[in-house]
């Protein structure tokens, strides 16, 4: 139960591939109980994959229900151990920052629905289908468990890549 | 360290980029941002160059020389101190896409509209496409909106230009997210 620093590229733990969590056991429920307490901390964030915390543990959380793009459709928080998208569809582009790559924003296309298998905190297998914001958000957060950043995402830096607005 | 502008534009080939940033590592120049790009038979290069030394255009000396006898045409600006920092610009960003079949000066109609609106061009391209007997003019500009501009407004702006010129105009704002 810790609010945790987040890591900046370039820490390598931020382009490592996670292993696949074998059982939710007491310490990945440690972790998963940071990352929420690091989303919560942080006021404006929607989501925090394990790596940003410095876990190597395949778990994200996402909550986008406080979010002005989110609020009318989403699952609340979500707390996701090895998701695995199963079937996407759409496309929708954000311009997305990431706590991680400070001060900067880029355009990202990203399926705008999708349909995702996890573990949940009690270890119970889940599948759901999140549409929107939502999906857009555990897609990011996706990809940080596959050591990918936004920056891998975007097309081109001239205009894809743009000093975030200061908030 | 100061700070340079470099254009570079000639006939496009293999090995222009290579080329001129050879020259720019052996004379210690740092890049700082840049922009290279294929426009219509002409590789093009914009770059922000800095160095901790070099203070003009002679201190260059004859760096560029090979370049413009591989017939490149090199033009050097001498920024001043700040010149290289982007602006923060601050609001939403919007996206512009103005086609239509014939070149009714779109890029012309669409700039002054926003010019007296006070909206920020922060990106621009246009290109030619589909066939050479059904050419479609495409041009697509991001703009940034200050605040209470809304995408409506965009759109009301823009369409007595849709109207006049008969082109397709598309305004989609896009959300920015912090993850």
Known sequence: MAVRSIRIYPDPILKQVVERVEEVDETVIAVIQDLVDTMVDSGHSVGVAAPQIGELCRALVVDVSKSKLGKDNNHGLLEMVNPEIIE??????????????????????????????????????RVIEANGFEAVAIQHELDHLDGMLFLDRVSSLKTDLYRRKTR | MNHFALTIVGRDRPGIVSQVTEILFKQGCNLAD?????????????????????????SFGEAFKPLEDADLTVALRVLKPGGEIRPQIEGDICMISVYCSDKPCIVYHVAQVLSEKQVNITDLNTKLVG???RPVYVMVLEAVLSEGIEEEDINRWLAPVRDELQVDITVRTIPTVEL
């Not at chain 2, 002409?42 to 030394?53: A, D, S, V």
């Open chain 1, 88 to 125: 996407k569809s759409g496309s929708k582009m954000m311009r997305e920052g990431c706590m991680s790559v400070p001060d900067y924003t880029g355009n990202v296309t990203r399926a705008e629905h999708i349909v995702i298998e996890f573990t949940d905190r009690a270890g119970q297998p």
């Open chain 2, 34 to 58: 840049s922009s290279c790009s294929i426009l219509g038979g002409q590789f093009t290069m914009i770059l922000i160059l800095g160095h901790p030394e070099f203070t003009n255009r002679e």
């Open chain 2, 131 to 133: 066939t050479e007997e």
